[in-house]
């Protein structure tokens, strides 16, 4: 019998449909990681069983489940993309209804960034849960691991939970999130042990395709890793800081729980050094904001650097546009390994980017910065949102040509969400927009993702310009050849096979159905 079984679930083949095949990454269970790891050193006997990546059915991960006698069973909602705790709900909650269906008897809890956005909500619509953890859950879920029994009746007085009893949701006073002068001591690292395997540790996961320098073979073993938490920043659009709620409202919203919190860099460093260890060389620093207080950033890239003499490893990091202007900043960056700069540039236009991100960027020549990452031999995945309020087709097609001529080799576009959480949320809600009726309507790969329309444009048509542009740029000959003299012929030649994958959109259909009953009719 074990304590507490950590559960990763598997829907990826809804959130990223056709892409979920070969080039969707495969990410290491951060969260997942972390909690397993604080809750063995308070002593306590922890499995973790990632469905995602060993692809497991529901009959087989109950029969797992069921072989591990869990005293409690946590399904963990969070993943490295912002929306994910939301769409992971959908695997989450087809599993526990399944496992409730078929008469487990454990408890089943959440944790995560939807649960700890709408946990009134998420208990009433979800049967199958019997509680969710309000933020990060490491000290309400030691408590709950106190318990002699874990039962409805005993957990009524744990903080930082939220329960059914009978017809009525309780939601209990908070517990405090972990503080920053003992993060080295109540998160003490990652299990990396608990996770499966084929043939040599964290062969399972996969790195994004671009990560890899597109290359296949690249790919795998792969890893992600914190070095710091939440984010100082309130962003309408984000729901990170989820993780540091401290307040029992039924609906939480991100800005009101801006903060950062670090671990030292001596003591990221031993992470490092296990991965590395284990022969992983392409690791993702997941932190919001990486390049941002230099206290912790500088000391853990120059021992970074000591490891990187031969210059094999790959990293990538985020940073903030505004905080990489420094050349002597960037070249120790690149000294460190980190050979990717994900950089959230989001709209091509200033008033736009300062309605939705409180003055980001107001005095930053984005062309230049740019320019001094690549001239310190970094590449850049360039972020950018269609759809924030305020876009219209004018402002998205400005967003599209500043994109095609930075020409960085990594571009990602969302349409922008109104994912829980967020203050784009909030407003919805306020203002009635349409919001998805569905978990995986929150994933911006799925059929059946919803954004947010603004005064100009439709869902619809924000959505059909997202989906048409990220074809347009990664067939653009600039970019191809660019690609090829930097990694060779081959990751042209993937690039050119992805790019062959259109994602199918149920609002798209609807819309083009009723445009054609339309010129019927006249």
Known sequence: MIDIIFIIPNNADVTYQELSKKYSAIETPTWALLLAESCRKKGYKVEILDTLAENLSDDESIKRINNAKPKLVCFVVYGQNVNAGTTNMSGATRLSTYLKNNNLKTLISFVGSHVQALPKKTLENEKSIDFVFLNEGVYSIWNILKLDEISLENISNVKGIAYKKGDEIIINEPERVVPNERMDIDLPG????????????????????WHAEYIKDQRSPYAAIQTSLGCQFKCSFC???LINRNNSDEVGVASNYSGMRYWSPEFIIKEFDKLINFGVKTIRIVDEMFLLNPKYYIPLCNLLAERNKEDNLRLWAYSRIDTVKRKDVLNLVRKAGIKWLCLGIESG?????LEVAKGRFEDVDVENVIKQVHESDIEVMANYIYGLPGDTTETIEKTFKLSVKLNTLGWNTYAAMALPGSELFKNALKNNIKLPNSYEGYSFHSYSTQPLPTEKLSAAEILKLRDEKFIEYHTNNDFLNKIEKKFGKAARQNIAEMTKIKLKRKIIEENNLLENLKIKIY
């Open 349 to 353: 236009d200033k008033k736009v980017r």
């Open 239 to 241: 729901m990170i800081n």
């Open 190 to 209: 990652y299990a990396w042990d608990l996770l499966p395997f084929k043939n040599k540790p964290l062969d399972l996961y996969r790195s994004p395709m």
